[in-house]
């Protein structure tokens, strides 16, 4: 990777998608810890710098370093069929030679958790929960919990092993990765996702009868690694030590190249710097790209113990991390009366097919770590977004160049806007960051 | 796979999406050779038999037996990224240790025929030809030319390997494979295809300066193998010796469980047959399910050599290869003046939506194996077919029950009303199999 900084021949001003291929193409995978990760940061210090931001700098963080191994399923009875399988991110592996066990088919934790004990003993479950498509994305937020929790609740009942059908949408014979837990009193069992088509093939073998399966997964989680939040900014002209975050995480999961998630993010934070650079607003406008949003938030949480006593001037944080569709509105979690702040934005944002900013679930994984931080969020277009979501799918050919510049003007448009107020949006009361 | 066929519990009145899936589900990859396509046999005499089919029986077919290996293409410069990659049907396998190469990027055959050797000598030849998506399925046959030739136009100039762009549409990682043809008077080098999304990530890269790339394919072609047709009949009321020939394809490609290709087919040949066994028509329909139509057309030319003696009776062939989508057509080939004998179907297919029958390229890849015999073809809406078309996902899910349900229906209506024919539809000049 030493040589790749010297090939990178951007335009001078490169537009959204231009920046975030350059990210998922040239650096491509980069989970907390990897190789991939270390490109990342040497990337974004050498974009910041190319787009002119100030004050750009590395913050370390150390974080988790867990790495994929051998993965197979494999239908043993009554047919035998080699199934898509991925580790989730966390996940213990197997023992040697594998586990191979009758399926358990539930389609929520409620259903397995209140089945005995001797029904689950001994088995593999199999959660078969499906996610719904919708153009908020919401499908993932009621879909999510058996990825997170699954193998912890399936192992406390005696199961050997958990799986998913992929927390996503879409038809790709493609699983889909995430992050889970395992919980302190009960035992690690391994944990993995099927693709979409295969989850639906063990639910039709399964209606026939019962089935067997077989799985081997060699994950391991390595010493912690030394990674790093990566800053840049552009210095507010009145009130330089108030500060507008902008945020979006720099890391990705290893199966694809990070496109949506979070290339896309990371080149609305870099486009609307860089179009700041030339006119800056009276606050601080900072770019911060989180390491380890994706398994372990040790970015958000390494940078909120490091500025603590800075986050009183924080006046906002705008968190990219929805992927690269069109924005139709924007949502906001502010202090009371705050809102009133953000009602000059209407007649800007219809012009850009936008509705007025409105009280919501505002923020994102990163920037909710920040105690007290007025929070403000694009709602973007995702009924695609989960067809390829953590899967080796998430490649530069699904971003449209269109959309990704239109999710940008927006964002541009609050960043300049909070960076320019009189006065400010509040705080929020702090037991309010829901730590997504 | 011996105890599978004890396991099967169809209802008594298959659809046909119980009767693909049941293909797919329970037998899935079946290339010819190999375990599943023995597998695939049973199936189908099994099934027959389950449905009420007269003389229903096997005839012996030696086919090719071609295994793929271990594949994995890497970018080396200037980036470091793992491709998806498949090995092309019938390709050899790249030296031990792979081959590495500075890859040399053309759109079209031609294009690389017009290269002096010097550019291509000791190159990996990347054919990046886009195929267009049409409801009609027609950008496969504008671009499946590098598929087949590619390797062998590449050898050539000296070339080391090939790879192409996937002969499909979509926007999966996911190869999609097919067969490729040597010439004798080059030597054989590797032959892959990229998944869209690398084959788009490999043009991007190009269009910044040189790249490398490694390829490791190791696919062996081991002894020909023997598979069969599998053939049964609803025998003909007045003229039994008449055929109206009912043709797919019981092989499929290795990557996937072979749903639209052709387990569609295979479903609408049976359903056709199991609703004309309580009412036969006049003459004999006989479901042909032929072997390696994929790679060899081993089964349509054993056939045609088989039954060469009665092929003066078979007065038409309809051959199902077009996947699961709803028919909106009929294409027919037939002897001069014979068209008037389709007229009456004009008013029955306008009652499921369907035009009246047009002259047209009529005929599948097996049944134009068959000289003189009259060709009947359902035109299926393909625009999504080429999405999943010889890759890994080709599976049950994209099976629609609704629309494979019409297209069964309208292959019923032609089938039984040609069966029905006071007349016949001449004979094709001999000439006219296009041997597709």
Redesign the interface.
Known sequence: ?T??LL?L?LSANPSPRELA?SLA??V?PRLSGSEGDAAAVRWAVEKMKQLGLANVHTEPVTVPHWVRGEERAELTA????QL?VTALGGSVATPDGGVEAEVLRVTTLEQLKALPVDQVKGRIVFYDKVMERLPSGKGYGDTVDVRRSGAAEAARKGAVASLIRTVGTG????PHTGGMRYEPDVPRIPGGALS??DA??LR??LE??PARLKLVLSPRALPDAESANVIGEVTGTAKPDEVVLLGAHLDAWDL??GALDDAAGVAICLDVAQKLVGAPPKRTVRVVLFANEENGLRGARTYAQAHAGELQKHVAAIESDSGAGLASGVLYAVGPGAEKQLAPLRAPLAKLKVTAPKAGDAGGADTTQLPGVPQLELVQDRSRYFDIHH???D????IRADELEQASAVTLLVARHVANLEGDLGRLPQKSAPGK
């Open positions: 990777m040589g790749l090939l021949t291929c193409d040239e491509g009554p047919i035998s069929r898509a038809d790709a014979r493609l979409i088509p639906e093939l039709r073998t026939r009868g694809g190249d899967s080796a799918d490649t530069c050919d699904k």
